[in-house]
């Protein structure tokens, strides 16, 4: 047997990182919206008991530190289950980019296994697996938009925002993400406006959106790869309505809602970042059954 799911990254249109916690976390405001550029997760069912990982990325691990082999092991735990599964990760999301890829293909098994062993978790018990994983799982779970507080775990899901591209690019390096907080100072560090995005979604006002995009972690990661600031110069420069770097970055991404300026967008970045791409927002919420 075999089951296949889609895997999509996300974007930060509004993170803000409000204190580090005494568990080490911290404390953070976002609104996440998924977008239409996904890895592919197919499950086969092995004869033996045991987890495979099989990646088309090489530098992706294909053992327990993938995030899909965590999230089959939790559920083989959990549901007391003796059978083996290979998980084949085909990668279209740049690796270590603030596009929460990981977290997508940990969701993505979640809900996969869920389908192969006939579990009938609901989604508020796949939520609970993923956050075990990690803290962008549990939005990967659920996809669409929504805000997420505590940790990144804390959802509450709203209205996509109104359709437009997002063309997105990855400069040639990658950043952890542990690092990036561990290098920021909260005191001198930007906060956006989470509430007036939110509300910005709700009225449907697009370019309200692109003038509140906004990103606690964005000044630590510029301060790192110069690249960031060349991008984002360069995409607003070409006619983008708003731009911004997600997550803990590198990875930039330009809003428009012309294709044809989407197009030059695009073409004129291909010339010198390796990894450049353009999608839509994904609408609604990913169905889950
Ligand atoms: P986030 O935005 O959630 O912080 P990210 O998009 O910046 O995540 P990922 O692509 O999830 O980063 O990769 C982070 C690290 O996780 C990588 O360095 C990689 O070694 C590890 N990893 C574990 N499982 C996976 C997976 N399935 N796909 C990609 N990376 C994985």
Do not use: I, Y
């Given at each position: 047997m075999k089951v296949i799911e889609r895997a999509p990254a996300k974007i930060n249109l509004s993170l803000d990182v409000i204190r580090k916690r005494n568990d080490g976390f911290h404390e953070v405001n976002m609104v996440m919206t998924t977008i239409d550029l996904s890895d592919r997760i197919e499950c086969t069912a092995l004869d033996t008991d045991q987890i495979k990982i099989n990646s088309?990325?090489?530098?992706?691990?294909?053992?327990?530190?993938n995030f899909a082999y965590q999230a089959a092991k939790l559920i083989k735990q959990k549901y007391n289950i003796h059978q083996g599964v290979l998980i084949n990760i085909l990668k279209e999301i740049p690796v270590a980019?603030?596009?929460a890829g990981g977290s997508s293909d940990a969701a993505a098994t979640i809900r996969a296994l869920n389908k192969m062993w006939n579990l009938k978790m609901s989604v508020e018990e796949m939520m609970a697996i993923g956050e075990e994983v990690g803290s962008d799982v549990p939005f990967c779970i659920i996809g669409g938009t929504a805000i997420a507080k505590g940790r990144g775990e804390k959802l509450i899901p709203i209205a996509s925002p109104p359709p437009c591209w997002v063309i997105l690019a990855k400069p040639p390096v990658s950043v952890s993400t542990a690092e990036i907080y561990q290098s920021?100072?909260?005191?001198n560090a930007p906060h956006p406006d989470v509430q007036a995005m939110v509300q910005a979604i709700e009225n449907q006002d697009y370019f309200q959106i692109c003038a509140l995009l906004g990103n606690t972690l964005e000044s630590v990661t510029l301060s790192k790869v110069q690249e960031v600031s060349q991008i984002k110069a360069h995409m607003k420069r070409m006619g983008a309505d708003g731009v911004l770097m997600s997550g803990s970055g590198p990875t930039v991404f330009g809003l428009t809602r012309y294709e044809s300026r989407m197009q030059r967008i695009y073409n004129s970045l291909k010339g010198y970042c390796p990894h450049v791409y353009a999608v839509h927002l994904c609408r609604g919420r990913e169905p889950l059954e």
């Open positions: 088309s990325a090489s530098f992706v691990p294909e053992d327990a530190r980019a603030g596009l920021l100072s909260l005191n």
